[in-house]
Nanobody
């Protein structure tokens, strides 16, 4: 079992920045993939960014150049630095973990999920 707890959400104005964190515990896998997803009201959950144990990253087109995913293995913490936020980024953001190396941002491919942290961007 892997436990994930997100933090760092909040309300910002358009053009602002936020940094999300995800504390992971119980991870006993030598190779894995972690990712950030988001879900806005009335919309499907969508992948934002992923990072593999090899440090290779992948981003959704909508956030490329604005968001940066990173991982501190020593602290078992996953982060998402979000810049140039706009109202379309408003959503609940979730941290997710797959006990293997995968190459997709498909929610169905991730086994463990956090409870989410809300991000609200006002115009």
């Amino acid at each position: 079992q892997v436990q994930l707890v997100e933090s760092g959400g909040g309300s910002v104005q358009s053009g602002g920045s936020l940094r999300l964190s995800c504390a992971a515990s119980g991870n006993r896998y030598s190779s894995y993939t972690m990712a950030w997803f988001r879900q806005a009201p009335g919309k499907e959950r969508e992948g934002v960014a992923l990072i593999r144990t090899s440090r290779i990253t992948q981003y959704a087109d909508s956030v490329k150049g604005r968001f940066t995913i990173s991982q501190d293995n020593g602290k078992n913490t996953l982060s998402l630095e979000m810049n140039s936020l706009n109202p379309e980024d408003t959503a609940m953001y979730y941290c997710a973990h797959n006990p293997g190396v995968i190459f997709t941002l498909n929610p169905g491919d991730y086994a463990y999920w956090g409870q989410g942290t809300q991000v609200t961007v006002s115009a």
